[in-house]
């Protein structure tokens, strides 16, 4: 199976289809504008990198990292793992996972509440 991208030479959007069997004849229209005139396209890549490779890349961790370390989901913890490293110590698995989670994007259970607070509720 492939997926082949193509753009629509008359509403010019980015197009994929999964191709089952190349063989098979293969009839493609824009599913936007319904133009049966399309280009093939370039494909884009992506390069995945091992969390070691991550880690070198963005630093070691800090008690004040810069402000876009955290803005790549797979630091978070790294501080937390790093010291227990440093002592000798094996994270718990009960913090293991809650760090994994966080680097998933679920938000701990104590957190939630605040995720959908509104931005201007007051606090008493």
Partial sequence: MSIYEFVCQNC????????RDISAPFASKCSFCGNANLSRAISSFTCHKSLKTVWEES???TIHPS????????????????KFQDLGQELPS?????IQEARE?????????????????AYN
């Fill in 94 to 98: 009960q913090i293991q996972e809650k």
């Fill in 59 to 61: 630093g070691e961790p």
């Fill in 12 to 19: 010019h959007k980015r197009l994929d289809f999964l191709v």
């Fill in 67 to 82: 402000e876009d370390y955290y803005k790549d989901p797979r630091n978070i913890g790294r501080w937390v793992e790093k």
């Fill in 105 to 121: 994007g679920v938000l701990p259970e104590p957190l939630k509440d605040i995720e959908s607070a509104s931005p201007t509720a």
